[in-house]
């Protein structure tokens, strides 16, 4: 009985240490939360004045911000401005030092698909149309031979498909396709 008393005391004595063992570093954490626009997130009560640096590629300090807090708070950063690249974010106090440091790559938007079309060549004078409008929003679709425009037509819906004979031209080769939206920019599809 004394045996399983000491183990017990033992046990809770143990426990009670790891219950009362201070945190070494807050929790530091960088979330990225629009187009290169950036939330710091420091959940812990600081002591002191709390330093981000952020680095260039060349390791050189392009920008400092002190920040004095005296609770758990969040910061938001706009790096738009920056030219594209590698950035390093470090985040350290003069008590603490280094707590944590992001590496943080700066890209150009990404652009996504707002449609999928396809070209079929049917016979030497017809080709086939046929675009999925993955957005919804109105398209313009245009038929261009040897640069000159010879077709235009809105798109609305989520489908579109339509054949298109060709009469008076040598060739498919010189046809191509291009789908725009209606701020004008679009991309060309070869027929060929």
């Known amino acids: 009985m004394r045996l399983i008393i000491a183990s017990l005391l033992v046990l809770s004595l143990s426990t009670s240490v790891f219950a009362t063992a201070p945190e070494e570093n807050p929790i530091v954490t960088l979330e990225k939360v629009g187009q290169n626009k950036f939330q710091l997130k420091y959940m812990g009560i600081p002591e002191g004045r709390i330093t981000v640096a952020f680095k260039n590629e060349d390791n050189r300090v392009i920008f400092r911000d002190v920040i004095e807090a005296e609770k758990v708070f969040f910061k938001n950063y706009d790096l738009n401005k920056l030219d594209l690249g590698n950035y390093q974010i470090e985040v350290f106090t003069a008590e603490s030092g280094k707590l944590e440091d992001f590496d943080v790559y700066l890209g150009p938007k990404s652009v996504e698909k707002s449609y999928f079309a396809k070209v079929q060549v049917l016979d030497n004078k017809t080709l086939a149309f046929i675009l999925k409008n993955l957005d919804g929003s109105e398209k ?13 037509e809105p798109i609305v819906g989520d489908t579109f498909g339509k054949k298109f004979k060709f009469e008076k031209i040598g060739t498919l080769e010189n046809i191509s396709f291009k789908v725009s939206d209606k701020n004008g920019f679009g991309n060309y599809i070869s027929a060929l």
């Open 140 to 152: 313009k679709l245009e038929i261009f031979d040897n640069g000159k425009l010879v077709f235009e």
